[in-house]
């Protein structure tokens, strides 16, 4: 797909025109909607469409800004959201027949956020099942096509999100990370996904897979994009106690400082790098990136991380058991109603003994102090984001697959650290190559200058070849 040359390609670009008066509120959104309108049919990356809502609150943002009432950076941008994030009077499914009809009657947290940030909402993306999945073939609403090649997946469970952002459909999203979420689609689609550390977004509103295990982030077109949106949303919320009290950095503030004398570990360890899994072309252009970091002043230590196959497992107990404490009553009063992967997920979830979740807890107890002690002397650790690009649909189950791709980002969710994925190349056949950054508790502000200084060094070009 050509870049975009009459809309904007990135919520900073499109921030800038807004507030001089290049563009309109309600002309950028019109064109967005014209977009859709196009390339939905090829792709399936929205639930439900708020075209009208749209240009209502884009009316609204023209207004305000041509009156001297700009809000700031998002006021005026199309966005679309994960179908997980509750919205006021429209409609919020979870990917899941059992919601088809949920219209919630206040929003999440995070869209309140959003709103009184003037952005506009296009609609509600799809996603892979109540979230518990990593393909987005949904069988209730559709499989969404990654515009890489249609015959890919998408990564999941926020496929919705990338693919739309992929393919020029929205300039921002939020997603939803419980064992990769977020960044696995980010990675086989090409753009930017975040997982801030736990806590440090809201919750409310969000329908649960994982009490335990869920974060809530951004997914952008570009690193810097990534923080606009984080600012945005971040920050402490006392009606939602997974919330933390930590005070919120200024994410764009030193984004631009580098990674001159930077401590960046590179995990090689075969947990990692293991041939037989992780796929030749994502491994050489992970080594690359690490190559770009010394070319950017930071020093890059081949380290061996510590557990992450352990943290891995632990998540991969925690996450279907507590899906299934949640859904308990809609899977024992109509399971057939689940799809084929998700039920089984849900009852292997159902059937480990407490024995099995009180020792998956203390090993997340254990390895998030690990974990942290392991980042306090680096600024930034470098993995893949995912073990191989975008996966060709119906060549393995969808459990094999999720058991795969959760691979490198899974450990950090049961460890709550947080971790972006962002494009590092392409590989021969023209897929994305994800590569994974993880930071500290709280490290936002230092993962995102990393992201930064490497996104622009690469000058990665993330919109997806032509769908036209």
């Known amino acids: 797909m050509r870049p975009m040359d009459t809309i904007p390609d990135t919520i900073t670009e499109a921030a800038e025109r807004l507030a001089c008066g290049e563009v ?7 064109i967005f909607l014209e977009r859709i309108e196009r390339l939905e049919p090829k792709l399936n990356c929205f639930i439900t469409l708020t075209p009208e809502l749209a240009r209502q609150q884009a009316r609204q943002a023209e207004t305000e800004i041509r009156g001297g009432q700009y809000r700031g950076p998002l006021h005026g941008i199309p966005l679309a959201l994960k179908d997980l994030y509750k919205t006021a009077g429209v409609r919020t499914t979870a990917g899941s027949s059992f919601f088809a009809e949920n219209f919630p009657e206040t929003d999440a947290a995070a869209v309140e956020k959003l709103k009184a940030a003037g952005a506009v909402l296009l609609g509600k993306l799809n996603m892979h099942e109540i979230a518990l999945g990593v393909t987005n073939e949904n069988p209730h609403f559709g499989t969404t096509c990654n515009p890489w090649d249609l015959r890919c997946i998408t990564g999941g469970s926020s496929g919705g999100s990338g693919a739309a952002l992929a393919a020029g459909l929205c300039l921002g999203s939020l997603g939803t990370d419980t064992g990769g979420s977020i960044r696995i689609p980010a990675s086989l689609c090409g753009v930017v996904g975040l997982k801030p550390t736990r806590g440090r977004v809201s919750l409310r509103g969000v329908i649960p897979l994982s009490w335990n295990l869920d974060h809530a982030g951004p997914m952008a077109r570009s690193v810097r994009d990534a923080a606009i949106l984080l600012q945005a949303i971040a920050g402490f919320d006392a009606a939602d106690p997974y919330s933390v009290n930590i005070a919120v950095d200024d994410y764009l503030a030193g984004i ?20 037989a899994v992780v796929d030749e072309q994502v491994w050489s252009a992970v080594r690359q990136a690490a190559k770009v970091f010394e070319e950017l002043g930071a020093q890059v230590e081949e380290v061996t991380f510590p557990e992450a196959h352990q943290a891995a497992r632990a998540n991969g107990l925690m996450t279907p058991s507590d899906g299934a404490a949640f859904h308990r009553e809609r899977l024992q009063s109509n399971p057939e109603a689940f799809g084929a992967d998700v039920l089984f997920r849900l009852r292997t979830g159902a059937a480990y003994t407490s024995t099995e979740y009180s020792l998956a807890r203390q090993t997340q107890a254990a390895l998030r102090h690990k974990f942290s002690q392991f980042m306090s002397h680096y600024d930034l650790l470098l993995t893949p984001a995912t073990p191989v690009p975008a996966l060709v649909r119906g060549t393995a189950a969808a459990v094999e697959r999720a058991r795969l791709l959760t691979r490198f980002t899974a450990p950090f969710n049961l460890t709550g650290l947080s971790a972006l994925s962002l494009p590092c190349g392409l590989t021969e056949q023209g897929l994305p190559i994800g590569l994974q950054l993880v930071g500290q508790h709280w490290g936002e502000a230092r993962l995102l200058r990393g992201a930064w200084a490497y996104e622009q060094a690469r000058d990665f070009q993330s919109l997806a070849i032509s769908l036209e």
Not at 24 to 30: M, N, P, R
Not at 256 to 275: I, K, Q
């Open 24 to 30: 309109s509120a309600v002309e950028l959104t019109e």
């Open 256 to 275: 631009d400082g580098g990674v001159d004398g930077w401590r960046v570990a590179l995990a090689v360890d075969e947990y990692f790098t293991d041939s």
